[in-house]
C-alpha cells in the first residue's frame, strides 16, 4: 500500500511539473547606449525538460535559452522545442532609446530587403544550383594547435584501427607537442581516417610550409556515411549563394572585355603612357590631367575594402579567394574603360567652365541620341538618386566612423571623442572640396601615391622577409581556387567570395569613376577610358592581392574569430611590430581621400537634380560636411550598410546603359586606334615630358 501512494504521489509531482503547457517569462534588456547590443534572456517552466531554442537570430545556439547582439527596434522569434515534442513560439522586441538605436532600427529591415534583390540567387531560385553547403567529412586538429602557435605536434599513437566507425567524443589519438602527450577527441561520428602516420609530424610552426598550408594541422578525418549539411548555431542551414549583383558586374564584365578586343589587355601599355602624361594637350577641354583624374578616381576606390575587405575574403573564402580576385580586377578594366570614355563623350562644360559629366550625362543624352529618350531620363534620375545616398554613407559616413575605430584603437587618447575628431575631418575635408575638382584632383595627386606607396612597400618587406614561403603561399592561392574544402564553400563558394569583394573594392561597373574622369583634359574620349582602365589593376590585382599575400605569407589566412582590418594589421604586425601605427595612417589617408572624391561624385548627382549653380554646390556641401561628423559621431550601423550598399546598386542603371552604348564605345576605339597609328594625336615634346617627371 505504501509503494503504492508512493508511486502515485510520484507520478502526480512530475505530471504537475512537467506535464503542464509550457510557459515562458523573457527578460528583454538594453543595456547600454550602444547599437545592437540588446538581449533577450527567457526562463521556461512546464513541459519536459531538456528544451530547444530555434531562435531567428542565427548566431544564437539552439541549447541557448539567451540571445544576444540583437538589433534594437527589430523583431525576432524563437520556438520553443521540449523534449516530448511540444512547441511554443515567442516574438520579442528590444526597445530602442536613443536616437542612434532608433535609426538602425529602422534601417535594419530596409537593408535586409535591399540585400534579398542585391544578394539574390538566381540560381538557387530555378533550382540548377543547391546553395546549401555540405561536408563529405570533418577533419580532426591537433590538440591545443591555434594560428601562429609555436610548437611541434607529433602523432605519438593512434587509439583508433583506420576504419573504425568512431564514436563523437571518443578519443582516438595520441599528441605529443614539444615532448607532453594530449589526447585527441573524434569532433564527429563517421569513419576514421587517417592523415598522419604515427611518428609522423602533424604541424611544426617552424616549417614553413605548414605555416602557409591551408589544414596543415589536421591529423584525422571522419568521413560521414552521407554528406552532412552544415548549419549556423541556431540550426539554419549554411548556404553559398551566387548573388545577382556579382554576376551582373562580372558577366557585363565578361561582355565588355570580349566587345572590346580584350582592352585589358591590349591597351595597358598605351594606358601607362597616357597616365605618364605623354599625350597630355595642355589647350585640351577639360580641368584636370589624366594622372590627376586616374589618382582622384583611384582615391575613391583604393582604401578599407583593401584592407579590411581582403581580410574578409580570406577569413571567408580562404587562400583560394584571392586568384578570383584577380580575375574579376582584370575583366573589370575593361568596365572602367567603357563607362569612363562615354563620361568623356557626354560631358557638359557651362559658361563659367564648370564641368558636369558621368552616367547621368550618358545614361540621359546617350540614350536619346538612340530614340530612348524616355529609358534615358529614368536611368539617370535613378543613378543619381543613388548616387546621392552612396555619397552619404558608403563615401563619407562608413569612411569617417571606420577611420575613427581603427586610428582610436591605436591611439586611446582618441576614444570617446569620436565628436571632436569629426570635426576636425569635416574641416580638413571641407577645405579640400571648396576648391572644386581641381583642388580635390591636387590634392589626391600627392596623398594617393604616397599612402599607397607605403602600404606597397610595407607589404613588400612582410613578403620579402618571408620570402621563402612564396612556393608555398602560390600552392595554397591555387590549391584553394580550384580544389577548396567544403567547409570554404567549394570553387563556387571561393569564386563568388573573391568575385564580391574585388565588386566592392574597384568598383569598375558602379559608374562612380566616370564622373572623376569625365574632368579629364582631352580631345578625345577614349583616351581616358585607357587611363581608366589603370584602376582596377591598381586597386584590386596589386594592392589587395599584396593585402592576401601579407594574409598568407604570415599564416593569418587561418585565423579565426578576427576579421576585417585587425587581421590585416596583426599580420603586418608580426613582421614589423610598430607597423599598425603606420597602418592606422595609411587608412586614415585612405579614408580621407576616398571622403573628398565622393564629395565631388554625390555633388554631380546632386547638381544633375537639383540645378547647376554655386548655391545648390554650397547646400550639398554643408550637408556632406554635417554627415562627416555624423559618422565619425555615432555608430549607425544598418544606416552605414545601407548606404554603402547602395553604391552596389548604382551598377543596376550604370551597365543597362552601358550595354546599350557599347557598340558606340567600340566605334570610337577603332577610330582612336587609327589616329594612334597614323601619329595624329598630340603628343608631348620629349624635353618637357623629362622636366615634369624630374
Not at 539574390?120 to 591555434?146: K, L, N, Q, T
Not at 612564396?470 to 569564386?495: E, H, Q, R, T
Request: proline residues 4%; aromatic residues 12%.
Amino acid at each position: 500500500m505504501r509503494k503504492s501512494l508512493l508511486s502515485f504521489f510520484f507520478s502526480a509531482f512530475i505530471l504537475t511539473t512537467y506535464g503542464q503547457e509550457l510557459q515562458v517569462d523573457a527578460n528583454v534588456q538594453n543595456p547600454t547606449k550602444e547599437i545592437n547590443d540588446g538581449f533577450v534572456e527567457l526562463d521556461v517552466q512546464g513541459g519536459t525538460p531538456p528544451y530547444q531554442y530555434k531562435w531567428s537570430s542565427q548566431s544564437t545556439p539552439l541549447d541557448s535559452p539567451r540571445a544576444e547582439g540583437l538589433v534594437e527596434g527589430m523583431d525576432y522569434s524563437v520556438m520553443i522545442t521540449d523534449a516530448a515534442g511540444n512547441e511554443l513560439e515567442k516574438n520579442y522586441k528590444v526597445p530602442a532609446k536613443e536616437i542612434t538605436e532608433h535609426f538602425n532600427g529602422t534601417f535594419a529591415p530596409i537593408v535586409a530587403s535591399m540585400g534579398s534583390i542585391l544578394f539574390w540567387d538566381p540560381f538557387s531560385a530555378i533550382g540548377i544550383y543547391d546553395p546549401v553547403v555540405y561536408a563529405d567529412f570533418r577533419r580532426v586538429p591537433a590538440p591545443d594547435w591555434e594560428a601562429n602557435v609555436d610548437g611541434k605536434f607529433v602523432l605519438a599513437q593512434w587509439l583508433q584501427p583506420e576504419g573504425t566507425e568512431v564514436e563523437e567524443g571518443e578519443a582516438i589519438a595520441v599528441v605529443s607537442k614539444d615532448g607532453e602527450n594530449i589526447t585527441a577527441y573524434a569532433n564527429a561520428s563517421g569513419t576514421l581516417r587517417y592523415l598522419v602516420q604515427e611518428g609522423g609530424v602533424i604541424y611544426n610552426s617552424e616549417n614553413k610550409e605548414h605555416v602557409i598550408e591551408q589544414g596543415a594541422q589536421y591529423l584525422a578525418a571522419i568521413d560521414y556515411d552521407n554528406p552532412v549539411a552544415l548549419t549556423h548555431p541556431n540550426g539554419d542551414f549554411q548556404q553559398k549563394d551566387i548573388p545577382f549583383i556579382v554576376i551582373w558586374l562580372v558577366l557585363g564584365a565578361l561582355f565588355f572585355t570580349v566587345r572590346m578586343g580584350f582592352i585589358n589587355i591590349r591597351g595597358f601599355k598605351h594606358a601607362l603612357q597616357l597616365a605618364k602624361g605623354k599625350y597630355d594637350d595642355p589647350n585640351a577641354p577639360g580641368q584636370v590631367t589624366h594622372f590627376q583624374a586616374l589618382a582622384t578616381a583611384v582615391s575613391g576606390t583604393v582604401g578599407l575594402g583593401n584592407i579590411a575587405g581582403v581580410a574578409v575574403a580570406i577569413s571567408l573564402g580562404g587562400a583560394g579567394a584571392t586568384f578570383w580576385m584577380i580575375i574579376a580586377g582584370l575583366l573589370g578594366m575593361s568596365s572602367k574603360f567603357v563607362e569612363c570614355t562615354l563620361g568623356v563623350k557626354y560631358r557638359f562644360i557651362n559658361s563659367e567652365g564648370l564641368l558636369f559629366g558621368g552616367p547621368m550625362n550618358y545614361l540621359r543624352y546617350g540614350l536619346e541620341k538612340r530614340g530612348q529618350k524616355g529609358l534615358g531620363k529614368f536611368l539617370a534620375v535613378f543613378f543619381a538618386i543613388l548616387a546621392i545616398g552612396a555619397s552619404f554613407g558608403g563615401g563619407n559616413m562608413f569612411q569617417a566612423n571606420q577611420s575613427f575605430v581603427i586610428l582610436a584603437g591605436e591611439f586611446p587618447i582618441l576614444v570617446g571623442n569620436g565628436f571632436i575628431f569629426g570635426l576636425i575631418v569635416a574641416v580638413l575635408v571641407g577645405i579640400v572640396i571648396i576648391g572644386g575638382i581641381s583642388s580635390i584632383a591636387k590634392v589626391t595627386g600627392k596623398i594617393v601615391p604616397v599612402m599607397a606607396g607605403i602600404y606597397i612597400l610595407g607589404a613588400l618587406i612582410v613578403i620579402g622577409v618571408n620570402i621563402e614561403n612564396i612556393g608555398p603561399a602560390f600552392s595554397a592561392i591555387w590549391d584553394g581556387a580550384f580544389s577548396p574544402s567544403a567547409l570554404k564553400g567549394g570553387v563556387i563558394g571561393v569564386l563568388i567570395v573573391g568575385f564580391q569583394r574585388a565588386a566592392f573594392s574597384n568598383e569598375a561597373g558602379v559608374g562612380s569613376a566616370a564622373i572623376a574622369h569625365s574632368a579629364a583634359k582631352t580631345h578625345n574620349p577614349p583616351s581616358e577610358g585607357f587611363v581608366a582602365l589603370l584602376e582596377p589593376f591598381i586597386d584590386t590585382v596589386v594592392v589587395c592581392t599584396l593585402t592576401a599575400l601579407v594574409l598568407i605569407f604570415t599564416g593569418m589566412h587561418e585565423v579565426e574569430g578576427v576579421g576585417g582590418v585587425e587581421l590585416t594589421s596583426s599580420a603586418f604586425g608580426s613582421v614589423i611590430s610598430w607597423f599598425p601605427y603606420v597602418l592606422a595612417t595609411a587608412v586614415f589617408l585612405f579614408a580621407f581621400s576616398t571622403m573628398i572624391s565622393w564629395s565631388y561624385y554625390g555633388m554631380r548627382a546632386w547638381t544633375y537634380l537639383f540645378g547647376k549653380s554655386k548655391k545648390t554646390e554650397v547646400v550639398y556641401k554643408s550637408l556632406f560636411l554635417f554627415f562627416v561628423v555624423v559618422g565619425a559621431s555615432v555608430s549607425l550601423g544598418a544606416v552605414l550598410d545601407f548606404s554603402d550598399m547602395m553604391i552596389l546598386a548604382m551598377s543596376f542603371p550604370n551597365i543597362i546603359g552601358l550595354y546599350i552604348m557599347s557598340g558606340e564605345v567600340k566605334k570610337d576605339l577603332d577610330a582612336y586606334r587609327r589616329k594612334l597609328k597614323a601619329g595624329e594625336l598630340f603628343r608631348k615634346p620629349e624635353r618637357e615630358r623629362v622636366k615634369k617627371a624630374s
